[in-house]
């Protein structure tokens, strides 16, 4: 039998085939000319112009917005959801008006806006005096109220501006959008503006690299992009399949940003919204799981924290509910599955207390539908909710009542649009408890299919966010869903892409998606890492995971009977997919920062397409396999499968865009301007092409195993100074309440810049009141071997190595890198500071060691459990459950060892530890280990992996004696990059050794 999913995924196919259809057949309408302006007067910094009977407004908002209001015999309609009501724009008070002449004309430091009189035209002009739009006689604005269809615009465009934005494409499109807007594979070079489906998204919206972009308040419409022209028309909502709620008869509101990309986007939020800072949990790694139980979730969380991969966030699909079992069970924890859930949490074995031990998020899923009998095939008796639904008068209209895929009774969907509707969802989810039981966030699926408009996710979020704000005040909001329209972002509302299938030609096309929705407006963005259907390569879920790591959300998800978790995939997946999630840790600061710019300033979030940055270069104008992940990093993840067959290749064909560069894992230094041929490593799936700007100052930390719970005292601040001054930025705050929005923050600004004979450095000040865990930096100032550090005009003291820099109060020491010199600098965090470094020294180093510090331990995981149920849809035979005491720890009950300890309690299998290094070159490397063996007569064996592939067999003979330590060199097969070497006891081992650090060269055997 046929679910609902697939039947509503074929329903909405045909919608879209047909609305295609409709747009093909329809011609894109010529708006009646507007006629003379008979009066123009100044107004609020703007303009009032009567046209006949109508009334057009002209404000601008800022130096680089625009904002036109048409009002048919002068009448307002409401405004929709796209624009934010409590949106206050900086307006520009030096803008000049000028209404004297037969042009009229406005001034801003941004742009210059000409009216004609006779008839009304508009031109619009860059700060330079280019045009960018203008009307002839045949372009103009246009309201009907009798005939919505023609309510729009259009003006005449440089032939040469490339645009972007209006729509993304369903997961599963057969005619996939590409980036660019040019009319290319659409009827009459029409884009439907719609939120679609499963991934997709919409908004009113379009930009150029020309210099502008335009928004219009409506709920759909077109686009026409044609070879000389744009514009605008609501079109016949008759023809649209996919539903409309927002008319506005009688206006047209329309946007006009003039300025950089970084400009356009940052008046579409002030326009539409700009989104509220997420919980720091959220920035961590997300696993979704359909399929679970308490057993299940606690043996996923606990085999998470014996491999010591990060984590913060675990999603449950339907198993979390109670749905269907009883009334309002769609809200209501399962008792059977989840018994723990209900416990109160003055029970230590509450869910709400052992997912805190384990430091780990519950999120759950959520539905727009709920069951309105209990009886298989019958609408009688009704739930309690059903009959509560029926009586406010909140089932989406038309909709008749359906089989539930996953239930298999009766449902109906409610509507969202309705306040009421909002008001009682909410109401039903607080008082049955989920969150007071720990569910702190919301997966919301499924409102796109049918009839239910481009807002229904939009108004299903908005009834959680503002309850959650009225009753969690004191805490952020997070969701995520599966389709965007633009003013969504405003609640906490992150999107991910469908039920993607798996491979590498989903993934390739993924790259796309997410370009293509950050282009709408829409930062946050995220994917099912693996695909949602199929079994995936290790090879292919390796390198998603990469890709996944320089997104906006770093989250898996699949369907039911698959997993995701790294351990499922073999070694060398495993081991590559924790260092790709350690190495997202690491940068949380990095982001953290750029998200609260975003959500506070900006509106651009951490992935920017290329464009962003380089809209004059036409060699970026299509990329979408590249992105910048934030300000200073360059992303070419390898998303094709490597090898030397059909469709394959060992090199990864990439763009530098001008500028200067360094391989982040190999340490070249590049200049760009040029496509490059990226050479991969033929045995290792560690290669992710990553490059640093030139310049860049890079916030960073050493891995924790979850976010939220984190209290670092130092961070490092990684500066790439370059000969033009370049910024970046420290911040933190408290992570979960919005007092971020109060002041209660710690924000630094940090500027760099490199000089002849040295660099500086200068911090300012803390501006905020929030008193952060991070008491002191260490500046890693790369490219200087420096001879003397000056902070604040004061000699800083030198020091032995780093970690003597680690314990001391400040100081200074010089280092290599795989890049090359660097001087790591110790200060004091919140206060202003200048840092001059001087002078170069000599530096030889011919091993990099890594001690106890460095190492990712880990233990092993036990028997297999299988679920205790009945049910054989939730049957599991993986892994899970270690005992955290099984793991190695670092110790320092005997001498000698080099640092902060060493590593003892490798005594059972699946006990290691990891060390990540980065080379420039592949080759042989005599790598040496420091060990001790007490045990007499006796000689103790571990495997040795490179890359999570085994390398061979560690013999360590005995010492006789714990304080007595021995180097044992092997040699390594390391690539150029990215590397792990992972000690681990398996069941051929005997383990039961102490390690005390691992000794690498930077250059391999000739």
Sequence with gaps: MQDRRNFLKMSAIAALTTAVSAQANADN??????????????????????????????????????????????????????????????????????????????????????????????????????????????????????????????????????????????????????????????????????????????????????????????????????????????????????????????????????????????????????????????????????????????????????????????????????????????????????????????????????????????????????????????????????????????????????????????????????????????????????????????????????????????????????????????????????????????????????????????????????????????????????????????????????????????????????????????DQACETVKQAIRQRYSWFFYVYALEHAACTQTGVGIVRPLTFDYPKDPNVAAITDQWMFGPSMMAAPVVEKMGSGKDESTTRRLYLPPGDWIDYFRGDRLIGGKWIHYQLNQDSWMDWPLFIRNGAIIPAADPVKAIHTAKPEMIYLDIYPAAQQSQGEFYDDDGDSYDYQHGQFHRQAITAQSHHDGADVHLAANTGAYSSTVKHFVLRVHGHAAGTVMVNGQALKAVENRYALSHAAGGWHTDVDVIGPVTLIKIPAGQKVTVHLRGTQSIRKEMEILDSQDASIFGPTPPTVPLKTSNPMYSDTHLFGPSPSLRPAIMTNHTGYTAGGFIAGFASMGTGASYYLRRHAAGRYRVVFRVANADLNTIKTMNVYVNGIMAGELSIPSTASWDTWQNIAMYLPLAAGNNTIMLRCDDNNTGKINLDSVSVPYKPLM
């Design 29 to 570: 309408p010529t708006p009646p000319s507007l006629g003379a302006v008979s009066s123009a007067a100044t107004e609020a910094g703007g303009l009032k112009l009567a046209i006949g009977n109508d009334v057009l407004r002209v404000q601008p908002l800022s130096p680089h917005m625009l904002r036109l209001d048409l009002l048919a015999d002068g009448k307002s309609d409401p405004h929709t959801p796209v624009l934010d009501p409590k949106a206050v724009f900086p307006g520009d008070p030096a803008a000049k008006v000028d209404t004297t002449g037969d042009v009229i004309r406005m001034v801003t430091s941004g742009f210059a806006l000409h009216i004609s009189r006779n008839p009304c035209r508009l031109t619009i002009l860059d700060s330079h005096g280019h045009v960018l739009l203008q009307q002839t006689a045949t372009e103009s604005l246009h309201v009907d109220p009798k005939d919505q269809a023609q309510t729009g615009f259009s003006f005449r465009r440089n032939s040469h501006a490339k645009f972007y934005g209006i729509r993304n494409s369903a997961c599963w499109s057969k005619n996939i959008l590409p980036v660019l807007r040019d009319g290319a594979g659409v009827a009459n070079d029409t884009y439907k503006v719609e939120a679609s489906v499963e991934g997709g998204g919409g908004a009113p919206f379009t930009w150029t690299t020309d210099g502008y972009g335009i928004l219009v308040d409506s709920d759909g419409g077109y686009f026409h992009i044609g070879a000389n022209d744009i514009g605008f028309y609501y079109g016949d909502p008759k023809a649209d399949n996919y539903g409309r709620n927002y008319f506005r008869p009688n206006s047209l509101t329309v946007f006009i940003f003039v300025g950089s990309p970084y400009d356009i986007f940052q008046g579409l939020a002030l326009a539409s919204g700009k989104m509220p800072l997420f919980p720091k949990w959220a920035y961590g790694f997300t696993n979704s799981q359909w399929g679970t139980n308490q057993e299940l979730l606690r043996g996923y969380l606990e085999t998470y924290r014996a491999l010591d991969i990060p984590i913060d966030n675990f999603t449950l699909d339907f198993d979390w509910k109670d749905w269907g079992a009883s009334h309002y069970g769609e809200f209501r924890w399962n008792p059977v599955k989840y018994s723990q859930a209900l416990y109160t949490p003055d029970n230590p074995d509450a869910l709400i207390n052992w997912t805190r031990e384990l430091e780990c998020k519950i999120t759950g899923i959520m539905k727009p539908r709920i069951i309105i009998s209990t009886v298989k095939g019958k609408i009688a008796p009704m739930t309690t909710q059903g009959a509560t639904a029926k009586k406010l008068d909140i089932y989406l209209p038309g909709e008749k009542p359906f089989a539930d895929y996953f239930s298999h009774l009766m449902s109906l969907d409610v509507d969202f649009y309705k306040p009421i509707c909002r008001q009682w969802y909410w109401h039903a989810t607080w008082t049955h408890q989920c969150m007071q039981h720990g569910i702190v966030g919301f997966w919301n699926d499924e409102a796109d299919y049918g009839n239910m408009g481009n807002f229904e996710f939009l108004h299903m979020q908005q009834a959680l966010y503002d309850g959650q704000r009225q009753d969690r005040p004191r805490n952020r909001v997070w969701s995520i869903n599966r389709n965007f329209y633009l003013g969504s972002q405003r609640y906490a509302y992150a999107t991910w892409s469908g039920d993607i299938n798996t491979g590498f030609e989903v993934m390739r096309l993924q790259t796309l998606a997410m370009i293509n929705t950050i282009n709408l407006g829409q930062m946050r963005w995220a994917q099912d890492t693996g695909g949602f259907n199929g079994h995936p390569t290790p090879e292919c879920y390796t390198r998603w995971f990469q890709f996944t790591a320089v997104c906006p959300t770093l989250r898996t998800h699949c369907t039911l009977g698959e997993r995701r978790q790294p351990w499922v995939f073999g």
